[in-house]
Structure formats: C-alpha cells, structure tokens
C-alpha cells in the first residue's frame, strides 16, 4: 500500500494526473461498455432480447476506442512522448480487441458446447 500511496503522490505532485485522467476516463467507460457486452453475450444465450443492452454496449465500445486511439494518437505525435501511457493504451486496446473477438465467437458456438466446456473445466 506503501507503494500505491507513494505513486499517487508523485502523479498529484506534478502534472501526471493531467495525462492519466483522461486514459482513466475512456478505460472507465470501455470496462462498463464490455460489462454490457458480457450482459447481452448472457441475454442472447437465454434466447431473451438483446437489443437494450447491446445498442448502448456497441456506441460505449465505439466511443471508448475511438477516445484511446485519439489519445494514442496524441501522445505518440507529441515531442514529450509518454511511454507509460502509449503502452498502457496499446494494450488496452488489444485486449479489448481480444475480448470482442472472444465475444463474437461464443456467440457462433451453441449452448451446449459452453455448457460441456464449463463442466470440463
């Protein structure tokens, strides 16, 4: 804890929290954007509507990338490069990738084969 509170006040002593904020902002809505998504992979999976969940689940999912990619972007093109973050934001972005490909391929798969792979498992 010593060192979480030692890091905290590094970022509130110098300007870091300017950067962090806004990575910490798209991230915080990309993480409910995926929770939907959980949620409607669940909907869909018990043959109930999916429609109330995955509209609002696809315009966070496109919303959140597209604010990381602008922020990549961003920092990337500037003279004071902030490796920290430009690495935490490519591998927010590819795990987000990894997690919509998961979704859409157990969406392909039928139940029972999730089910007997639970089971396995």
């Known amino acids: 804890s010593g060192i979480a509170v030692g890091l905290m ?13 806004k990575m910490f902002g798209a991230s915080n809505q990309l993480l409910a954007a995926l929770a939907l998504l959980i949620c409607t992979t669940w909907l869909y999976k018990q043959g ?11 315009f966070m999912l496109v919303t959140a990338t597209t604010a990381l990619v602008i922020i990549l972007v961003k920092y990337i093109g500037s003279d ?11 591998l927010v972005l590819v795990m987000t990738t990894g997690i919509c490909l998961f979704t859409i391929r157990s969406w392909k798969q039928p139940v029972e084969e999730i089910e007997h792979g639970a089971a396995a498992v």
């Not at 970022?11 to 962090?20: D, H, R, V």
């Not at 109930?48 to 696809?58: D, F, G, Q, S």
């Not at 004071?80 to 490519?90: G, H, N, R, T, Y």
């Open 48 to 58: 109930r509507p999916i429609k109330y969940t995955l509209i609002p689940a696809l």
């Open 9 to 21: 006040l590094a970022l509130g002593i110098g300007s870091g929290y300017l950067k962090l904020w």
């Open 80 to 90: 004071e490069k902030s490796w920290p973050l430009i690495i935490a934001d490519i």
